[in-house]
């Protein structure tokens, strides 16, 4: 029987009691009717023990097992050629979700013929401290603004999506996939976040996320710019199964790693709530790389152009 939800997940040497908390989230899940791609891109004995324990209760769970690492986004897309559902769901190791997280989004899905929706997150340390309700936008005209602004309107663990034939992740968008693929998203139809916090992240600063935020921003500056230039031509051409970004940033020098560490310091304290020690961590950041100011001013200035001019 086909599954109406894939759920998706990848795992690179997990910790264990983490991958256990997010499992256990997906058991717990009020739908039913879906089922479980876990692709293991490491190629350690616990992490392959952990997950033949999945059986035992998600019985509709496939597990790929890469023959080496080949990281997040390429082991995303062996998830969705897999994949059977109509719909996609994502989660990641560590974060997880409210009971009723999955049958909410569904129903709003199918109702309001969606082709993404996420949740509200509340944002946990990696001590499982809160630190932060995280408001997202709700509306498709609110998500549409955020994203023709250069802001990602969705946090990827929360999001659902519909499965349509030949998009994938663009494996160019190096640390920013899930924000170039909802830019192309935007031309398949109408968005939407749930009113209701049901997804749990975990703002890990080790994490890759926090240790490549400079290969971030400039990466996902690229898909912006290329975003901004399709959504505004009148003689379009499909970019949109391509991607918009060929060519990404793949290395940073040290004064681009500094950047990194400082930029992720200052956005934990940001949401802490402690305004000077956000401030201090900021300045840090850009007298290590004053060229993200130009990268700033870039995203400003290709928006009015294009909104002045065509």
Not at 37 to 65: F, G, M, P
Not at 179 to 192: D, I, K, N, Q, V
Not at 285 to 307: E, Q, T
């Amino acid at each position: 029987m086909i599954p109406k939800v894939s759920v998706i997940l990848s795992v690179y040497k997990p910790n264990l009691i983490d991958f256990e908390r997010t499992i256990d989230s997906i058991v717990s899940q009020d739908f039913k009717d879906f089922e479980l791609i876990v692709v293991k891109d490491d190629q350690e004995q616990s992490t392959l023990k952990a997950l033949q324990s999945i059986h035992n209760v998600i019985t509709n769970t496939s597990i790929i097992d890469n023959i080496k690492n080949i990281g997040l986004v390429k082991s995303l897309n062996k998830a969705l050629k897999k994949a059977k559902g109509v719909y996609i769901a994502r989660i990641d190791v560590g974060d997880w979700w409210h009971p009723q997280k999955l049958e909410a989004q569904y129903d709003a899905m199918v109702e309001d013929d969606l082709v993404l929706t996420g949740t509200q997150v509340k944002l946990f340390s990696t001590e499982l401290d809160i630190l932060k309700d995280q408001s997202m936008p709700l509306s498709d005209l609110e998500i549409r603004s955020c994203l023709e602004n250069g802001k990602n309107p969705f946090v990827h663990s929360s999001v659902m999506f519909k499965k349509i034939h030949n998009v994938f992740y663009n494996e160019n968008a190096l640390y920013t996939e899930d924000f170039e693929l909802w830019c192309r998203y935007y031309f398949f139809g109408s968005m939407s976040n749930l009113s209701q916090f049901y997804t749990n992240y975990i703002v890990d600063l080790n994490s890759i996320t926090g240790n490549k935020r400079y290969l971030m921003f400039t990466n996902a500056t690229t898909v912006y710019v290329n975003f901004i230039r399709y959504l505004y031509r009148k003689d379009k051409v499909s970019l949109i199964l391509k991607g918009f970004i060929a060519s990404p940033l793949k290395n940073m020098s040290f004064s681009e790693r500094i950047f990194s560490k400082y930029y992720s310091m200052a956005y934990y304290e940001m949401l802490k709530g402690s305004r000077q020690r956000y401030l201090a961590f900021i300045i840090l950041s850009f007298v290590c790389k004053p060229k993200v100011v130009y990268l700033f001013f870039k995203r400003k200035a290709i928006k009015l152009w294009y909104s002045y001019n065509l």
